[in-house]
């Protein structure tokens, strides 16, 4: 199970960096996860704090049409970093699994949403005249803070959202195939 929270944690981080980790800050902080040392200083209230200011400024940030590519393009570092984060942290020590290999998955996961949305924020922002970012940031602020929770709570369902994501992906794939035979 810890290994599915932690990939289920990586992928939020993609959308925002700050949600995950105050996530598995608070899960720590009243011992709903344990997370792998050192990453058990997320739990301190100092550093709850400082993710939590951060958050502020993510959010903040994410709804300003202009600024929001700015913050798209500083993120493409923090975010995948931060779903690496997660997901070494929260596997906790039952994981049998190569911590480089946690963080190398979590990178991986949250690089890959992420560049989906810095792709897509802009065309949302050309079509709507900036009028879509607040509300496109909102609903993914709302998917990061769902995924989070799910991930943390009942990680079995990220298991079926990932047999979801892989079945579409491959109707996505094959469909267009077959049928150009």
Do not use: C
């Not at 040392?37 to 709804?63: M, Q, R, S, T």
């Not at 190398?104 to 924020?121: D, F, I, N, S, Y």
């Not at 943390?152 to 195939?177: K, N, S």
Request: hydrophobic share 60%; net charge negative; glycine share 6%.
């Amino acid at each position: 199970m810890e290994l599915l929270t932690a990939l289920g944690l990586s992928v939020p981080a993609g959308l925002n960096a700050y949600i995950p980790l105050l996530s598995v800050a608070l899960a720590q902080r009243l011992d709903w996860l344990e997370l792998r040392a050192p990453f058990d200083i997320l739990g301190e209230w100092w550093l709850i704090a400082i993710i939590a200011v951060l958050l502020i400024v993510e959010l903040i940030a994410d709804k300003v049409p202009a600024v929001d590519h700015v913050n798209d393009i500083i993120q493409t570092v923090v975010r995948p970093a931060a779903g690496g984060i997660v997901a070494v942290a929260a596997a906790g020590n039952a994981v049998d699994v190569s911590p480089w290999l946690l963080v190398l998955a979590g990178v991986v996961l949250a690089g890959g949403v992420h560049a989906t949305k810095a792709t897509a924020r802009p065309a949302v922002n050309a079509t709507t005249a900036g009028a879509g970012a607040p509300v496109v940031s909102t609903l993914e602020d709302i998917a990061a803070a769902a995924l989070s929770i799910i991930a943390i709570v009942a990680p079995y369902l990220v298991a079926a959202g990932l047999v979801l994501l892989a079945f579409m992906a491959w109707r996505l794939w094959w469909r267009p195939r077959r049928e150009e035979r």
